[in-house]
């Protein structure tokens, strides 16, 4: 199969102003990721790993550069059209979950389905997708009542209800400890295998890196090194 291209980006470069001073956050990134393919975003902190995502995930836009999401340049997008690509393209998960802590497991996974224009039983596909991340059976707790990696796992599944062709998480197992985060990790790495996702993690983790096809590194706004963790083309 030829070697789709789904994410491109051409010396991304962000500016942020801090009073009188400006900060340059991203200083020239360019970098591709095939579709179906997983990469591993490391970097110390301050980095600008979160900056990147953010501008991956259409939520922020770059100084100056170019993004290209699936074929379309999305660099100069209108927000309207930037929240049809958040809304239908990608799936995001952060590091402390975002749930809405009213709303039970269900509710908060149907939320992105009620913004979206596409047609379908919100209900059934949101408890299909809890189902397929492991929690059949907490469907109608609200987050206080369920663990961290259970709201890690409600988080994956709004993410991913959508049906995303990408799915960008931000340090999802920063909260977590070490087991749990090697279990979200795992539904992670299998949920992009059965469903073709590309995937960026924002990582400390050795185990996300193993899981990885290629390990990015981040250092001061710029990319040090693209390290191919696996020899063997998928
Ligand atoms: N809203 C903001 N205002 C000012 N500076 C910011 C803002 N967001 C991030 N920064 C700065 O940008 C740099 C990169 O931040 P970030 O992308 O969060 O790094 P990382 O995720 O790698 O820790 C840091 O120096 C941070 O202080
Ligand atoms: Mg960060």
């Known amino acids: 199969m030829q070697r789709q291209i789904m994410i491109q980006a051409v010396q991304l470069r962000r500016t942020l102003s801090l009073g009188a001073q400006a900060i340059e956050v991203l200083r020239g990134v360019s970098f591709e990721v095939a579709r179906g393919e997983m990469v591993a975003l490391t970097g110390p902190s301050g980095s600008g790993k979160s900056t990147l995502l953010a501008l991956l995930a259409a939520i922020d836009s ?12 999305i660099t ?11 809304n239908e393209k990608i799936g995001i998960v952060f590091q402390s979950f975002n749930l809405i802590p009213t709303l039970t497991a269900l509710e908060n996974v149907e939320v992105p389905l009620h913004i979206s224009t596409k ?6 596909r949101a408890a299909d ?27 994956i599944a709004r993410a991913l209800v959508m049906s995303p062709s990408v799915l960008l998480a931000d340090e999802p197992t920063g909260n977590l400890d070490t087991q749990t985060g090697q279990h979200i990790l ?10 073709g996702l590309t995937t960026v993690v924002v990582t400390h983790s050795p ?7 290629r390990v990015l590194r981040l250092v001061d706004g ?12 998928r």
Not at 186 to 195: K, N, P, V, W, Y
Request: charged letters at 20%; one cysteine or more.
């Open 62 to 73: 770059p100084t100056s550069g170019q993004l290209i999401l699936d074929g379309s340049d």
């Open 129 to 155: 997708i809890l189902a397929r991340v492991g929690l059949a059976d907490r469907m109608h707790h609200r987050p206080h009542q369920l663990s961290g990696g259970q709201q890690q796992r409600v988080a």
């Open 222 to 233: 710029q990319l040090m090194s693209s390290v191919a963790v696996k020899a063997v083309a």
């Open 207 to 213: 185990d996300v890196a193993a899981c990885a096809d």
């Open 119 to 124: 047609p379908g039983d919100a209900r059934r």
């Open 186 to 195: 795992a539904l992670i790495s299998e949920l992009r295998q059965d469903f």
């Open 76 to 86: 100069h997008a209108s927000e309207g059209s930037l929240a049809r690509v958040r």
